[in-house]
């Protein structure tokens, strides 16, 4: 049964930095997409960032391109999102998923961890 | 790009069924068969409902189905049962390795 569990979120100052980190069991970790998703709560969902399998193959939504740095160590079986530069507009739940990239669907999700970013 | 929209509620008694819209433009579902359908409920992981427009993954009940017309998807939900009361995302790829969400609707189980 595919298992998968953010964790990171805290409450954090407008310009500083979190890691969240995903902890992934029950499939095989290497051989899927991982991607990260936000919800603000009361809106909508939005992607976030993608990783291939390999971890060389990455992409960004423009909204945190330059200021999120994706990774994935597949060794440990373990997604990571790097967050910098976070504002307002950053407070959000954060969830990991598998991502099928031919059926454009996310497949598996993890519950999400919270990031409140607030003075 | 632009979030695509969803109606904010909709609402249906036991056994009834209900349509959930997705309307997107020309550059995202217009032109893509990549619409997804996701179930969002507290406390629990998201779950993927629908994918390409209309294909349930495997553990997904028929009673959920997903149609495509020029930028508006659907998701249709027949027979419903109190455990259907969730919100509903669809999202839409938009090609460059990038994806649209709608802003969710809410299902109500009256």
């Known amino acids: 049964q595919v298992h998968l569990v953010a964790s990171g979120g805290d409450l954090v100052k407008p310009g500083g930095s979190l890691r969240l980190s995903c902890a992934a069991s029950g499939f095989t970790f290497g051989d899927q997409y991982m991607a990260w998703i936000r919800q603000v709560p009361g809106r909508g969902l939005e992607w976030l960032a993608y990783v291939g399998t390999t971890g060389s193959t990455i992409y960004y939504a423009d909204s945190v391109k330059g200021r999120f740095t994706i990774s994935r160590d597949n060794a440990k079986n373990s997604l990571y999102l790097q967050m910098n530069g976070l504002g307002a507009e950053d407070t959000a739940v954060y969830h990991c998923?598998?991502?099928?990239?031919?059926?454009?669907?996310?497949?598996?999700w993890g519950q999400g961890t919270l990031v409140t970013v607030s003075s | 790009q632009s979030a695509l929209t969803q109606p904010a509620s909709v609402s249906g008694s036991p056994g009834q069924s209900i349509t959930i819209s997705c309307t997107g433009t020309s550059s995202d579902i217009g032109t893509y068969n990549l619409v997804a359908w996701y179930q969002l409920k507290p406390g629990k992981a998201p779950k993927l409902m629908i994918y390409e427009v209309s294909k349930r993954p495997s553990g997904v009940s028929h009673r959920f189905s997903g149609s495509k017309s020029g930028n508006t998807a659907s998701l249709t939900i027949s027979g419903l049962q109190p455990e259907d009361e969730a919100d509903y995302h669809c999202s839409s790829y938009v090609g460059s390795d990038d994806w649209v969400f709608g802003g969710g609707t809410k299902l109500t189980v009256l």
């Open positions: 998923a598998t991502l099928r990239p031919y059926w454009g669907a996310f497949e598996y």
